[in-house]
């Protein structure tokens, strides 16, 4: 069963994605180059709790 997980862009903080959590066990966080529509670039995105 794999669950969800948020990301959050680095430069704004908005919450814009989420992704499938297949990484079972992995301590480093998931790290995405996305689209924010807040920042209107392309930003690295990171894993929230």
């Known amino acids: 069963m794999s669950s969800k997980v948020v990301l959050a862009c680095n430069e704004c903080g908005s919450r814009n994605y989420t992704a499938p959590n297949d ?3 992995k301590k ?7 689209f924010c529509s ?3 670039a392309h930003t ?6």
């Open 38 to 40: 807040t920042c209107n």
């Open 23 to 25: 990484r079972s066990g």
């Open 28 to 34: 480093n966080r998931l790290e995405l180059k996305k």
């Open 44 to 49: 690295l995105h990171k894993e929230t709790k």
